[in-house]
């Protein structure tokens, strides 16, 4: 198992006010070789999470997440429905690509018609819908539109082997949907959004993990919800919906498309890798693309 490196005990210890690094307790939660490991560190004072990133690209989205797009959420909650909360950042050091953050309380998400958990999809859904709605300039010089055609593109090429004639066929019908991008801005997105980093704390849902975190169309907080969680269970797309608010006929072409591109390249990903498990996602991600050709 990774070792807790001197500049996480600096971190932590400068996090908590200087707490001396001596005091702390710490447990992995999370240890990936090829992305990043997860501490809780606890102290009388009290309990942290720091993240060390591997590469400084899903380092500097998360940082950039947590310092200057999710400070600006507390104004969008209300006080008649439950709150979606977030991490709030303590401390970070560049140099190490670690973050220091507020120990986010609460479960995952289990799937199920339950009351708690359409309550908890429907505050995700104002969630999303708030992240989308910050005043962020899109100041990529690509056209959205264009810089969907080309991943398109891309990724078909790499997936064509992987595809049967019928299943290319359909899949070029959703891609020839790009032109809803047409003068869509980029704003601010998760873009890793699904349960699986959501935790549930009474009514209250948290969410975690924006190291994917960019700029880009909205749909793309939809995508991987739409690819494996709403097929299972429609009573959870129309909670999220609700929450959301319904899609227009251009942002449904767009979830389409990008749900077409993320089949391709999960499937192509998967083959590089030789990842059965991703292999799968790949699948149910074209089936339910698929289903909307």
């Known amino acids: 198992m990774t070792r807790v490196t001197p500049e996480l005990r600096a971190l932590a210890s400068r996090a908590l006010d200087g707490v001396p690094e001596d005091m702390f307790s710490w447990t992995c939660l999370k240890e990936r070789s090829k992305s990043a490991t997860v501490w809780r560190a606890e102290s009388s004072s009290g309990a942290l999470v720091l993240k060390q990133h591997r590469h400084p ?3 500097a989205q998360e940082l950039r997440a947590y ?7 507390d104004a969008t909650r209300t006080a008649d429905s439950p709150a979606t909360r977030v991490a709030r950042l303590l401390a970070f050091d560049a140099a190490a690509r670690a973050l220091a953050l507020t120990a986010a309380p609460g479960e995952r998400l289990s799937l199920g018609p339950s009351e708690l958990v359409l309550s908890a999809h429907a505050a995700a ?3 999303a819908r708030a992240l989308h709605s910050l005043p962020v300039a899109d100041d990529d010089p690509l056209p959205l539109r264009d810089g969907v055609s080309a ?3 891309e990724w078909h090429a790499r997936a064509a082997g992987l595809l049967s004639p019928s299943e290319r066929d359909a899949l070029q019908r959703l891609s020839d949907r790009r032109d809803a991008f047409a003068g869509v801005r980029r704003v601010p997105c998760h873009r890793d959004f699904t349960p699986d980093n959501w935790l549930l ?3 209250d849902l948290h969410v975690l ?3 994917h975190a960019r700029l880009d169309a909205p749909e793309a907080d939809l995508v991987k919800l739409r690819a494996d969680v709403w097929p299972a269970d429609p009573a959870l797309e129309h909670a999220f919906l609700a929450g959301h608010g319904p899609l227009t006929g251009d942002a449904a072409a767009r979830l389409d498309v990008l749900l077409a591109l993320h089949a391709v390249a999960t499937l192509a990903w998967a083959e590089r890798h030789a990842d059965p498990d991703f292999r799968a996602l790949g699948r149910r991600a074209l089936s339910a693309a698929l289903a909307s050709a």
Do not use: H, M, S, V
């Open 201 to 203: 704390a009474g009514e």
């Open 57 to 59: 690209r899903p380092f």
């Open 67 to 73: 310092r200057d797009w999710l400070p600006r959420l």
């Open 151 to 153: 991943r398109l593109d």
């Open 125 to 127: 859904g104002r969630f």
């Open 209 to 211: 993990d924006f190291e």
